[in-house]
C-alpha cells in the first residue's frame, strides 16, 4: 500500500534552515506529483508546495516562495523541502501528500518549530 514517511524536522532558530525529507513507497512513485502541506496549530492543513513527476515543474505557496525548495530524487523515491530563512510563523507539522488513483495519501508529519 501507499506508505510516506517524513523526516528531518526539529527546532530551529528564525533565520535558520531545515531540510525534510519524504520516502515514498507503494506505487509507482515517478508518475506521480508530490506535495508538502503543514498544519499550524489551531489551524487547518495548508499547501506548501508542489513538484511534478519528473521534477521540472514547481508550484509554491506566496508565503514561502523565495524561501522553500522542492525537489525529488526518482531512484531514491524520495522528496525533499529545503527550507531557508526560517520564521516563527512557518512552525507546523509538515505531511507530504500524493493522490493515487484520486485518494489522498498523507505521512504521519514531522514537526518543524522555530523559536529562539
Known amino acids: 500500500q501507499v506508505q510516506l514517511v517524513e523526516s528531518g524536522g526539529g527546532l530551529v532558530q528564525p533565520g535558520g534552515s531545515l531540510r525534510l525529507s519524504c520516502a515514498a513507497s507503494g506505487f509507482t512513485f515517478r508518475t506521480y506529483a508530490m506535495n508538502w502541506y503543514r498544519r499550524a496549530p489551531a489551524n487547518e492543513r495548508d499547501f506548501v508546495a508542489r513538484i511534478g513527476s519528473t521534477g521540472s515543474d514547481t508550484n509554491y505557496a506566496d508565503s514561502v516562495k523565495g524561501r522553500f525548495t522542492i525537489s525529488r530524487d526518482n531512484d531514491k523515491n524520495m522528496v525533499y523541502l529545503e527550507m531557508n530563512s526560517l520564521k516563527p510563523e512557518d512552525t507546523a507539522e509538515y505531511y507530504c501528500?500524493?493522490?493515487?488513483?484520486?485518494?489522498?495519501?498523507w505521512g504521519q508529519g514531522t514537526q518543524v518549530i522555530v523559536s529562539s
Open positions: 501528500n500524493v493522490v493515487v488513483w484520486g485518494r489522498r495519501y
